[in-house]
């Protein structure tokens, strides 16, 4: 019998690799405007970089990472993020006698035990950036403006939503997270499992649950804001001081709390708009005391992390879509938020005509399936005729 790839890693087959070709160079484009170097890590450290690093209560930490013991005995992991690895290569290089800030980028595989689902891969990619050394609001403006002009240089800007938020400081953290769990133990049983056990080790993670019974608890949760120190406050008014002065848009979502310990102060995503899809597709904030805690100097530090894979599928089917819609076709995305037939269901709840269907075998095909709802009849088209085959249905609604 065939061997076949692991579960939850993928090929990228030579129809999609023009796309990531592009992906990467508008980042590499964009970053380097702004004067962001490369630098290239290794895809294993020492399992201690990430517990020290991420935080010993992350799920990244106690669930995902792939470790692993050398044939010398010593403990690496595969990189389940960048920060950690660049941070680690900033101290030991002695980057911080470099003007300030140090730009940096860096875009590779990452690897995370999940479970396997659209977007969600074991093995999959990310363009990092990172400014180190830098305290001042400013550079998380410019970090964050950054970030918008790649997903502009891509003409994916109008799908999209940033949304920021400051978590504080640890000692804001500490006054909101005994106020959180004064409003989430009366709500303990409406929590998932996981929650309910977060709910001791590490409160503010439950923000960040993406369960779906745990959301009407999150959803009424005492605001962060309310906790921030005069100093966390003025750090964030002057972030969304700037993003206005460049004319910026963005949402403030004070659940926005990240998946990461060392995050501080400002924190922020950008995720798709599409109706009922909530997918980041990027994500960072700021992370002073990270360097001092791998043992560096007390340099701040401010980054995020694209995600390249649902970066990729935006970039095939949006412009369908568009083009549809151009075209009179009423077209709705339901970008990887659910399952197949769960997405199928909604469709026929909408009482839409057809269905373009494309997930990762179809694209890496190069031809979305389109499936007509009332008779379950399906067919492949290629790509590049989908948009004129929707026309010719135009006037009907259609879901992709
Ligand atoms: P999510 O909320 O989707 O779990 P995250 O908070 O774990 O994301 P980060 O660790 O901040 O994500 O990583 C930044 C980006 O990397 C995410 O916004 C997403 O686009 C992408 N990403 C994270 N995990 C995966 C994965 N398993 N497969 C594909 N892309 C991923
Ligand atoms: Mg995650």
Redesign the pocket.
């Known amino acids: 019998m065939a061997i076949k790839a692991v579960r939850g890693v993928r090929d990228i087959l030579p129809v999609e690799t023009g796309r990531w070709q592009r992906v990467e160079a508008a980042g590499r484009a964009t970053f380097e405007a702004y004067g962001y170097r490369e630098i290239r890590l290794p895809l294993f450290e020492r399992t201690e970089l990430f517990a020290r690093g991420i935080g010993d209560e992350t799920d990244i930490v106690k669930k995902e990472m792939y470790t692993f013991e050398d044939r010398g005995g010593d403990s690496l992991t595969l990189r389940p993020?960048a920060t950690a690895g660049l941070v680690r290569a900033y101290i030991e290089h002695g980057f911080q006698v470099e003007p300030k800030p140090v730009r940096l980028y860096t875009i590779g595989p990452m690897f995370?035990y999940?479970r396997p689902q659209a977007?969600?891969?074991r093995q999959?990619h990310?363009a990092n950036v990172e400014a180190l050394g830098e305290p001042s609001p400013a550079v998380d403006a410019e970090v964050v403006c950054m970030l918008m002009d790649f997903f502009r240089a891509l003409g994916l800007e109008d799908r999209l939503a940033l949304h920021v938020n400051s978590i504080g400081d640890a000692g804001d953290r500490a006054a909101y997270v005994a106020r959180l769990v004064e409003y989430l133990a009366p709500h303990a049983s409406s929590l998932c499992g996981e929650c309910q056990a977060r709910l001791g080790r590490n409160p503010l993670r439950v923000l960040d649950c993406k369960v779906p019974e745990c959301q009407p608890v999150i959803e009424k949760a005492p605001s962060i804001l309310d906790s921030l120190s005069a100093a966390s406050a003025q750090h964030f008014d002057h972030v969304r001081g700037y993003l206005d002065a460049m004319g910026q848009a963005y949402t403030v979502t004070p659940r926005l709390v990240?998946?990461?310990d060392y995050y501080v102060r400002t924190t922020f995503e950008v995720k798709t708009t599409q109706l009922g899809a909530q997918?980041?597709?990027?994500?960072g904030g700021r992370y002073d005391g990270l360097i001092e805690r791998l043992g560096g100097p007390a340099d701040p530090g401010i980054g995020f992390?694209?995600?390249l894979?649902?970066e990729a599928a935006l970039q095939r089917l949006m412009p369908v879509a568009r083009a549809a819609r151009r075209a009179g076709v009423i077209t709705e995305l339901g970008y990887g938020a659910r399952k197949l037939p769960r997405e199928l269901e909604r469709a026929n709840k909408l009482g839409v005509a057809y269905a373009v269907i494309a997930g990762d075998n179809e694209l890496a095909a190069g031809e979305a399936v389109l499936r007509e709802m009332k008779t379950g009849e399906q067919r492949r088209v290629p790509f590049a005729r989908l948009a004129d085959e929707l026309q010719a249905l135009r006037s009907q609604e259609v879901s992709a």
């Open positions: 993020e995370r999940e977007g969600r891969y999959f990310q990240r998946g990461l997918d980041a597709v990027a994500g992390a694209i995600g894979e649902r």
